[in-house]
């Protein structure tokens, strides 16, 4: 069932988008994108790897690294907007490479979310058959 509530809100992340500002994405924008998933990445696994040393007994300890990661990289999108906004700084070349980042950031985000969730319902059903 949690897969589609989350598949319903990227439905609606993406209707609300404006696709636009994605067609004239900048190196700085897509540097911005990378950095913006890949060290919030290596932090879960850090933290996450420095939580199983304390546990001795540990279910599937890669997706559980996996969802920490990904659970760092998301944005919240509106309320960055929301802020934007009160800023008075939503259509400024900053503001639109922040939302245009955030963009990219959260269907990313929510994409891995969406493999990590397949993928553990996978695991624990084929744990249960054995």
Known sequence: MSDLRVTFYMFLVVLEMDISPLRK??????????????LPLLTGVGLHS??????????APEMGAYFWSIALSVTSFSDL???LSGLK??????????????TISDLSC?????????NLGNQQRSTNSE
């Open 25 to 38: 994405i900048g190196k700085i924008a897509l540097s911005v994108v990378v950095a913006g998933i890949m």
């Open 50 to 59: 420095m939580v199983l040393q304390h546990q001795r007994k540990v279910y």
């Open 81 to 83: 907007a929301r802020m």
């Open 89 to 102: 700084l939503m259509y400024t070349d900053l503001g639109k490479t922040a939302l245009t980042t955030a």
């Open 110 to 118: 929510w994409s891995l979310l969406m493999d990590w969730e397949t």
